[in-house]
């Protein structure tokens, strides 16, 4: 990677035919897809400590012909695929000199059930905002404006792994953010936010806006 250079931004387009070969019926089947576009750079012992993978991606859905998936990532994916097709370009060091940005972001909005101890997903919009709000500042270097705060959609991301099905509580959240800590919001940004990230959830799309 180049001195000044962060990342780098990836899109990988699938046509029908390339995700029926591919077989892309479910979240689990696009986490091997994406994560089969990278140089594996981790040891099992890393995996196993939860080390970042140095990927994130959303699912940007598509028409009846085409889908799109976003992703960032520490090192370059393949470019020639057996199938899809992949363009990258460098984020240089200054995208993240900015103060504030729009964004966009799919999460996995969870909290620990006092009672149970169990983590649990949240179901409303209200508390999608109060949960993100207060996460933002304490855990991901943003404030939010709250007044251009939109939870856009919420639903359940349903896929198969190991003979048992597991269920995510997702949603869409789109504002403007003011970053308070560079250096956490850096990582923020590289690494993605939230929980299950490796199915799709935390990447935070940016553009900088003018203070």
Do not use: C
């Amino acid at each position: 990677m180049d001195r000044d250079v962060i990342a780098y931004a990836s899109v990988l387009k699938l046509s029908r035919a390339d995700m029926n070969a591919l077989k892309v019926k479910d979240a689990y089947a696009l986490h091997r897809v994406v994560y089969g576009l990278f140089e594996d750079a981790r040891t099992e012992d890393e995996k196993q400590r939860s080390v970042p993978s140095g990927i994130a991606f959303a699912d940007k859905g598509g028409d009846f012909n085409t889908r799109q998936i976003l992703m960032l990532s520490e090192r370059k994916p393949h470019q020639t695929p057996q199938f899809g097709h992949v363009e990258t370009r460098p984020i240089p060091e200054g995208f993240l000199a900015y103060g504030r940005y729009a964004f966009e972001v799919t999460l996995n909005p969870t909290k620990r059930d006092k009672q149970t101890g169990k983590i649990v997903p949240m179901r409303t919009r209200e508390e999608v905002a109060e949960w993100f709000v207060e996460r933002a500042e304490k855990s991901w270097g943003f404030r939010i404006d709250v007044e251009k705060l939109q939870i856009e959609k919420i639903g359940v991301q349903v896929f198969t792994k190991g003979g048992r099905d597991i269920t995510h509580g997702y949603a869409t959240i789109k504002g403007v953010l003011q970053v308070a800590d560079p250096n956490v919001f850096r990582r923020s940004f590289l690494h993605g936010i939230g929980r299950g990230r490796a199915f799709g959830f935390g990447l935070l799309q940016i553009v900088p806006l003018d203070d």
